[in-house]
C-alpha cells in the first residue's frame, strides 16, 4: 500500500486544507525537500496564527502560506462552525479551491482535506481544478457517517477516472488517485 510519504514527490504543489497547528504542512514542506509550494486554509484564528507561529518556527515560511479562509462551495462570508462544536467560532472569508487557484494561476497536484465534516461542500467547490489538474486527493472520511459513500460518490462523478483507496489507522482516509498519477503508487 502506499502513504502520504509516497504521494508527495519534490517540487508539488499541495494544497492543506484544514491546517489545524500546521503539523501536516510542515510534514509536506519536508517532503517537498525545499522545492515545491503548500497553501494550508485554516478558518479559526487561534488555529491560522498558532499555524503560522509553528511554520516559521521550523524554517518552513519561504515553502508554507497559510490562508485564514474557509474552505467551501462558495466565495462568501461565513460563519465556520466545526462539527465538534455547538455554534460558530468564527466568521471568516470563504473560498473556493477553484476560485483561489484561478485568481492566484495555480496548478494543483495534492488537495489534502479534513475541515470536520466540510470535505463534501469543498469538493464540490474544487470540481473544476480537479477535473483539470487531476490532483491526488486525500480526504478525510470520518466526519459525517455517509461520509463513505458520498465522497466517492461525487469523485467518480467527475468522470476523470480515479482509483479510490481508503485507509484506516488513527482516522478514516479516502485516497483517490487519477490515471495520470499512478506511478506514484507503484
Same mark, same amino acid.
Given at each position: 500500500?502506499?502513504?502520504? @510519504?509516497?504521494?508527495?514527490? $519534490? /517540487?508539488?504543489?499541495?494544497?492543506? $486544507?484544514?491546517? &489545524? ?12 525537500? /525545499? ?20 511554520? @516559521? ?25 466545526? $462539527?465538534?462544536?455547538? @455554534? ?11 476560485? &483561489? ?8 497536484? +495534492? ?5 470536520? /465534516? ?6 464540490? /467547490?474544487?470540481?473544476? +481544478? ?13 466526519? @459525517?457517517?455517509?461520509?463513505? &459513500? ?9 468522470? $476523470? ?13 479516502? &485516497? ?11
Amino acid at each position: 500500500m502506499f502513504d502520504e @510519504k509516497s504521494l508527495v514527490t $519534490c /517540487g508539488d504543489t499541495i494544497l492543506d $486544507c484544514g491546517c &489545524f497547528l500546521g503539523e501536516t504542512a510542515i510534514y509536506f514542506a519536508e517532503l517537498l525537500s /525545499g522545492k515545491g509550494k503548500v497553501y494550508s486554509f485554516e478558518p479559526d484564528t487561534d488555529y491560522f496564527k498558532n499555524a503560522n507561529e509553528n511554520i @516559521k518556527k521550523n524554517g518552513y515560511d519561504n515553502i508554507i502560506e497559510v490562508i485564514n479562509v474557509t474552505v467551501s462551495n462558495s466565495n462568501n462570508e461565513k460563519s465556520y462552525t466545526p $462539527c465538534y462544536k455547538e @455554534k460558530a467560532s468564527d466568521n471568516t472569508p470563504s473560498v473556493t479551491i477553484d476560485e &483561489f487557484c484561478l485568481k492566484n494561476n495555480i496548478s494543483v497536484d +495534492i488537495i489534502k482535506m479534513d475541515i470536520e /465534516g466540510a470535505e463534501h461542500d469543498a469538493l464540490m /467547490g474544487a470540481k473544476y +481544478i480537479i477535473q483539470r489538474d487531476q490532483p491526488i486527493l486525500m480526504i478525510s472520511a470520518y466526519h @459525517k457517517p455517509d461520509d463513505i &459513500f458520498t465522497l466517492p460518490r461525487f469523485i467518480n462523478d467527475l468522470d $476523470c477516472g480515479y482509483s479510490i483507496y481508503f485507509r484506516d489507522r488513527a482516522d478514516f482516509i479516502l &485516497f483517490a488517485i487519477p490515471p495520470t498519477r499512478k506511478e506514484r503508487i507503484n
